[in-house]
């Protein structure tokens, strides 16, 4: 690890958690220059839905590369981005019923954020978001400004101000409707101007902690938004591209969210992407309004389109649910036996899933036992208490029990300190 501590910025993060080189990886599992061999439970924070090096995926971005396929046109109309375009339409939106149009950021979900709030913003002639606590929108200052997690308490810097904080579904307990919150205050708010331009929700707080909005909750906010003439924005960065179980997390909601952000496993293969969804009504940017040099990564469009092959059937959704069945079992039975450091229950939908822990240093301290076990696993959460279950969606029973009891083992092995 010399040469990344010698050369490599302080602020690297990841590294410090997982100290191998890692070489090559296929599936659900990472090789080390160590030796050992991992299962992946991070997945990239969600940028490998599908696995690494899917076999398809590699062979069409080869075959591209070889036939000097563009990798470069800023955003002019290639061949790769027709293909894409065409597919996502006919795959995903139009079975949806979905009139949404496709807008290309440059390729990070910090920017498909940025540029919803300038759609929000010049669509509405509004200023004001309404955001989260413990939300994660990204770390650029105008999506730190619209995070209520701890990116946002750690900024350096004075940091883009107009945004109203309400707690998430759940935050203040069972009885209470936080949504009650956003009512008062839009009551409260004199003059149809100062009404917030937008809200903007994650449907599972992923960074913060795996919090889990109701399908009622959501359809509240959606409703209460039509009220007020807000757009609701839903940022599925994390928790889209199947990682609940359905394409994108809001459809057991049955939401029609005026804009969506989209990125992290929307290329399928961890090349860089990101992707806004908006109702035409919405698409408020003229032409150059939004730019930069690179939106729409030509090889992303040709795995993406590729990555789309999961989405003609239900099969991928069905073993999702399933092994998301498996996951929660095995973290209930953990959290029980174990309840001197866990704090059941175990939270999460489809394949994200969290085990509390008593605090943020037995989390770490988990993690690190199953890192030297061969597992890769991260907590989230304001405390990072929370350890995180985010396999490849397309993990192989055997890695993913493996990876479970590799959890267990580590659990048990801090329990007994
Ligand atoms: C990762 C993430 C972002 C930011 O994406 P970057 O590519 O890291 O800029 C925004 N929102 C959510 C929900 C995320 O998980």
């Excluded at 009404?195 to 960074?207: F, G, N, R, S």
């Excluded at 928790?239 to 929307?266: H, M, N, Q, W, Y």
Aim: net charge neutral; charged share 20%; aromatic share 6%.
């Amino acid at each position: 690890m010399d040469v990344f501590e010698r050369f490599e910025s302080e602020v690297r993060s990841y590294i410090r958690g997982f100290p191998d080189v890692f070489t090559s990886a296929k599936g659900a599992r990472l090789q080390g220059r160590s030796g050992r061999e991992y299962i992946d439970f991070f997945a990239g924070a969600g940028a490998l839905n599908y696995g690494h090096n899917d076999d398809a995926m590699k062979r069409r971005l080869v075959d591209y590369l070889a036939g000097d396929g563009i990798l470069h046109s800023l955003d002019m109309a290639t061949a790769a981005k027709e293909n894409f375009l065409t597919a996502f339409h006919d795959t995903i939106l139009a079975p949806r019923g979905m009139p949404h149009r496709m807008l290309f950021p440059a390729p990070s979900g910090a920017n498909a954020v940025e540029v919803a709030l300038k759609l929000a913003r010049k669509a509405t002639g509004r200023q004001q978001i309404v955001s989260f606590e413990n939300s994660f929108h990204g770390m650029t200052l105008a999506t730190m400004a619209i995070s209520g997690g701890p990116a946002r308490q750690a900024a350096p810097m004075p940091i883009v101000g107009g945004t109203t904080f309400i707690p998430f579904d759940g935050a203040e307990g069972p009885g209470v409707d936080t949504l009650d919150r956003l009512e008062s205050l839009l009551s409260d708010t004199r003059g149809e101007t100062n009404l917030p331009a937008a809200c903007i929700v994650e449907t599972v707080q992923a960074e913060g902690g795996i919090n889990v909005a109701s399908m009622e909750w959501l359809r509240r906010l959606q409703n209460i938004c039509r009220g007020a003439g807000m757009l609701l924005i839903v940022d599925d960065i994390q928790v889209g591209c199947g990682r609940t179980g359905s394409f994108f997390s809001f459809e057991p909601a049955g939401l029609e969210p005026d804009i969506i952000c989209l990125s992290k496993s929307l290329s399928g293969l961890g090349l860089p992407m990101a992707m806004v969804l908006v109702k035409p009504a919405c698409d408020s940017l003229a032409p150059g309004e939004h730019s930069g040099t690179f939106r729409g990564f030509n090889p992303a469009f040709v795995t993406a389109t590729e990555a789309l092959r999961f989405w003609r059937d239900d099969a991928l959704e069905q073993e999702t649910v399933r092994k998301a069945g498996i996951v929660g079992a095995r973290l209930d039975r953990i959290a029980l036996r174990y309840q001197e450091v866990t704090r059941p229950p175990v939270r999460g939908r489809g394949l994200i899933q969290g085990l509390s822990t008593a605090s943020g240093a037995v989390a770490r301290r988990i993690a690190g036992k199953a890192f030297a076990r061969g597992l890769v696993m991260e907590s989230c959460g304001p405390e990072r208490n929370v350890l995180k279950i985010l396999c490849p969606l397309t993990i192989a029973d055997d890695d993913l029990v493996r990876g479970l009891d590799i959890l267990d083992a580590a659990v048990a092995a801090v329990a007994a300190e």
